[in-house]
C-alpha cells in the first residue's frame, strides 16, 4: 500500500486541531450600553430582528454646545401663549380700528398702548423661543397686566379676569428656576 500526502504514520488521516475564527463579544443584555472598545468587528453586521448594541455616541461638531441645551416645556408655553394673546389682540385691534375708525378721549390712548403691548408680546416669544432675550416678554406680559388693570377702570366683567391670568402665567413660566437655568445656559438675558 502506498502512502498519500494524506495518510498519518498508521495509515490515517493526520490530526490536526480545528481553527475557527475568534467568536464575537457577546452583546450586552437589551437596554444596556456596550462595553466600551467591544463593538461589532467592521463589515460584519447583527442578524436579522436583533438590535444593534448600544457604543458611544459620535462627538458633537465643532463649535457645538452653548445653544445646544434642551429647553424647558415652560419656557415654550410661555412663547406659545405669548403668540396666541399677542397675535389675536393685534388681529382684532386692526379689525377694530379699521372698523370703528375714530377713538376718542381715554380709550384711545389705551387701544394703541395695548396693540404696541401685543405687538412686543408676539416678538418677545420669538425673542424667547430663539434664546435670546427674555425680558421683552416678561416686560410685556407685565405691561399686559398693568394695562388690563387700567381698563378695568371703565367696566369690570368676568372674562377679564382671565386677561389677568394669562399674563400672569408667561411670568410665572419665565421667571422660575428651570427657565433661568436655560437662559444662562444660553447666554440670554433675562430677569
Do not use: C
Not at 416678538?123 to 421683552?136: E, S
Not at 399686559?144 to 379676569?161: C, D, H, K, P, Y
Not at 427657565?179 to 445656559?185: E, G, S, V, Y
Amino acid at each position: 500500500m502506498s502512502q498519500t500526502p494524506y495518510d498519518g504514520p498508521n495509515g490515517q488521516y493526520p490530526q490536526h486541531e480545528p481553527t475557527y475564527p475568534a467568536a464575537p463579544p457577546a452583546p450586552a443584555p437589551h437596554g444596556q450600553p456596550q462595553p466600551y472598545g467591544q463593538s461589532q468587528p467592521y463589515g460584519q453586521s447583527q442578524p436579522y430582528g436583533r438590535p444593534q448594541p448600544y457604543g458611544q455616541m459620535p462627538p458633537a461638531p465643532a463649535g457645538a454646545g452653548t445653544g445646544t441645551a434642551r429647553r424647558p416645556g415652560t419656557v415654550t408655553a410661555a412663547a406659545v401663549l405669548a403668540f396666541v394673546v399677542g397675535g389675536l389682540t393685534l388681529l382684532l385691534g386692526l379689525i377694530g380700528l379699521s372698523a370703528f375708525g375714530e377713538l376718542d378721549g381715554f380709550t384711545g390712548p389705551l387701544f394703541v398702548l395695548v396693540l404696541i403691548v401685543a405687538a412686543a408680546e408676539v416678538w418677545g416669544g420669538i425673542q424667547v423661543l430663539g434664546g435670546k432675550d427674555a425680558r421683552i416678554l416678561t416686560i410685556a406680559a407685565g405691561a399686559g397686566i398693568v394695562l388690563n388693570l387700567l381698563s378695568l377702570i371703565g367696566a369690570f366683567e368676568g372674562r377679564s379676569l382671565l386677561s389677568f391670568v394669562i399674563p400672569g402665567l408667561i411670568l410665572y413660566f419665565l421667571l422660575n428656576t428651570p427657565a433661568k437655568a436655560w437662559f444662562d445656559r444660553v447666554g440670554a438675558t433675562h430677569f
